[in-house]
């Protein structure tokens, strides 16, 4: 009795405080949606069902915190069902071969792919000698030639190779099948021959046509990166910024300038409520008589809704924008505008919208950002300090918010990205202050002058300031030292890590230092996470066995992609080819305990090889039956079950059987290797 009496004392002390939770409880459902191996059955959603109804009964029968109990059940398992929902709700056909023809569709979306080539989404496809039932919905093609880019909205032909989106480039890592099956993403390839207009755009996709003229005027007054930039933070396009200057502000820590996020929706409609507050009190009939504070937030709401249609709806303005419009509706409603509450509300809805956004860095980043800038300089306000004289506070809040930004994104950022800027507080603190005083007022300006013909003043203005924030990042990036590589994370470390920030930021009273115990076990287990000893390419193709000195690549070039990827995951900032050459001996064969790996490449070694018997592992690059109780690794095989690798144990495993059977894995159950065989 007296453990039931502490534990509900405890949560009367949480009263007021609770609301926060609700997205956590949500996001847990979500994502243990996410990490079921097998696609949940109509049986296990009339069970959750259930289960919200037994929550609902305890929240309405309970006169006492018990009822914490059910709202608990409640937002779990709806969690769950609304991912559930959302994955059903997207359902798309998906190539399920390679093809090689002429497509034809229309152009939705315009960008460039991380290799620096020009992509073309279209939708409305049509392939050839396929039903429509049969015919992915969007694919996305890259250009490799030369061609005239089309507008969004026109229908274009070309012949192009497409094939199903791929699946990870190791077993357990990123799975761009399912990023893409949330994007009704059907197929993805690439062509070598000009693309052909089959018909203008027409009045659909106002917007994206808007969007695109908008985006080449810019780049033609502002030439170089400075107008690709200028773009990309206006428009939403990024395709104008060359790989330099990419890779520079990646460097610096500076690459979330150019997505429009919760910094650039925030600085925006911040200087339009700010300006429309001031120009409506400098007239006394309306100051005196109105609402000017609401009137002023409603303006900045429909600004931000036009920045947001503007630069193309993406999921992270749109979610900005969730942000920005339940802060300024807490202005309507004579609310407090910053707080964990509005934060809350605002995840609440990206959740429920779209459910699959708690899986990527934007969502995890950005969220985690505001929550921490929102608990920290609520605790300043609340303490009573003060950041000094009246002239220092701007100083103090700025370098504040940089470093409390950076501190609560820095594990989501490594873990997705394998690095760390070193120097990114500094880039920061020279960069995101300007953006605020300088670059989005100029954009506002720019906008406004257009009407008459002067747009160039604001655009001119604009251009000085994105200049200084690429001289910023150029500087810190070449900074000896400025990046870090660190090793991908286990599939447990950044749950545990989120779970221990958020109990450190949102529980009430001394208890919430017990989320450093998970916070700093998670931290304990990236520190040990093993990679795995060998890695096989998806297509046989590649074969890295880790080495004391890094992982070693059976090749110098070759599996680009794969290679790329593995190296990034280990944490290790070489290039393929100096992987290659820790590879001691012309022989490409690896051995693991009582396993060895031998890897033929080319059709004339796979012709002559014979060799096979128990406990060996052959990769082939070309499909041969061997007799003598090999196991036989070749390309037809890995199509279904896709890359693989081998354990210090001596346990492999395939990407099919980590990633399990999902609506988006469409691979059958009997192809695959089985968990530790």
């Known amino acids: 009795m007296r453990t039931i009496a502490a534990l509900d004392s405890l949560l009367v002390k949480q009263r007021g405080h609770l609301f926060p939770f609700a997205p956590v409880l949500l996001g847990a459902g979500v994502g243990s949606y996410f990490a079921q191996t097998t696609e949940p059955t109509l049986e296990n959603y009339l069970a959750l069902v259930a289960t919200c109804g037994i929550g609902g009964l305890i929240v309405v029968l309970s006169k006492s915190n018990a009822s914490i109990l059910g709202w608990m059940i409640l937002l779990v398992a709806a969690g769950f069902c609304v991912a559930g929902l959302r994955a059903h709700g997207v359902t798309a056909p998906v190539l399920t071969y390679r093809y090689y023809g002429p497509v034809e569709g229309r152009v939705v979306m315009i960008d460039r792919s991380a290799s620096d080539a020009l992509r073309l989404t279209l939708d409305q496809v049509r392939l050839r000698k396929m039903s429509p039932l049969n015919t992915p919905d969007r694919v996305r093609i890259s250009l490799h030639g030369a061609t005239e880019l089309p507008e969004p909205g026109s229908r274009i032909m070309t012949t192009a190779h497409l094939m ?56 033609q ?77 409603i303006g900045a709401l429909l600004v931000a809704a036009g920045y947001l249609a503007l630069s193309g709806g993406n999921v992270a303005t749109e979610r900005a924008f969730v942000m920005v419009a339940v802060v300024l509706g807490a202005v309507l409603l004579d609310r407090r505008a910053f707080s964990l509450r509005a934060v809350a509300l605002a995840a609440l809805i990206v959740l429920i919208r779209r459910p699959e956004s708690l899986m990527s860095p934007g969502f995890q980043m950005s969220f985690a950002a505001t929550t921490a800038l929102v608990a920290v300089f609520g605790w300043i306000r609340d303490s009573g300090i003060t950041l000094g004289p009246t002239w220092l506070r701007p100083v103090l809040a700025v370098i504040i918010s940089s470093a409390v930004a950076g501190a609560a994104t820095a594990p989501f950022g490594a873990a997705h990205f394998n690095t760390l800027s070193h120097y990114g507080l500094i880039a920061n603190l020279l960069s995101v202050p300007l953006m605020g005083v300088l670059v989005i007022p100029s954009a506002v300006l720019a906008l406004s002058l257009a009407l008459f013909g002067l747009e160039m003043i604001g655009l001119k203005l604009m251009g000085w300031g994105l200049e200084w924030i690429l001289l910023v990042a150029h500087w810190v990036s070449g900074l000896q030292g400025a990046q870090g590589r660190v090793i991908a994370p286990g599939p447990m470390v950044l749950p545990l890590i989120g779970t221990g920030m958020l109990l450190l930021i949102l529980w009430q009273g001394w208890l919430r230092v017990l989320g450093l115990v998970p916070a700093l ?27 004391s000195e890094g992982r070693a ?10 290679a790329r990827i593995w190296l990034e995951n280990d944490g290790d900032d070489v290039n393929q080819s100096d992987a290659a050459a820790r590879w001691v001996g ?51 095989r890995l199509r279904d079950i896709g890359s693989v690798m081998l354990t210090a144990e001596g346990k492999l495993y395939s990407a099919q059987d980590l990633a399990g059977h999902r609506l988006w894995t469409n691979a059958p159950a009997p192809q695959m290797l089985g968990a530790g065989q």
């Open 221 to 297: 007054q502002l030439p170089g990166s400075v107008g690709g930039f200028a773009a990309a933070i206006t428009t939403g396009d990024r395709s104008g910024i060359g790989q330099e200057s990419l890779m520079a502000l990646r460097g610096s820590n500076l690459a979330h300038l150019l997505a429009i996020s919760g910094l650039h929706m925030g600085l925006l409609t911040g200087f339009v409520f700010a300006s429309l507050r001031v120009l409506l009190n400098l007239w006394p009939r309306v100051g005196l008589r109105l609402p000017v504070k609401k009137l002023a937030a």
């Open 164 to 219: 199903p989106p791929q699946g990870p480039a190791e077993p357990g890592g990123f799975d761009f099948r399912r990023h893409a099956w949330f994007q009704r993403l059907g197929g993805v390839g690439y062509t070598r021959v000009p693309v052909l207009l089959v018909t203008p755009g027409g009045e659909d996709l106002r917007l994206q046509r808007l969007r695109r003229v908008a985006s080449t005027y810019i780049q």
């Open 521 to 547: 076990f998670g931290l304990v287990l990236w520190s040990q996470h093993e990679r795995p000893a060998v890695l096989i390419s998806a297509d046989a193709a590649l074969v890295g066995k880790m080495t």
């Open 586 to 636: 012309a022989s490409r064969r690896v051995v693991i305990g009582s396993t060895e790996v031998v890897h033929v490449i080319g059709k004339r070694a796979v012709d002559a090889f014979s060799e096979c018997r128990a406990g060996q592992i052959i990769v082939t690059t070309v499909a041969k039956d061997l007799t003598g109780g090999c196991q036989i690794i070749d390309p037809v």
């Open 553 to 562: 690549l059976s090749k110098p070039n070759g599996a680009g992609f794969s």
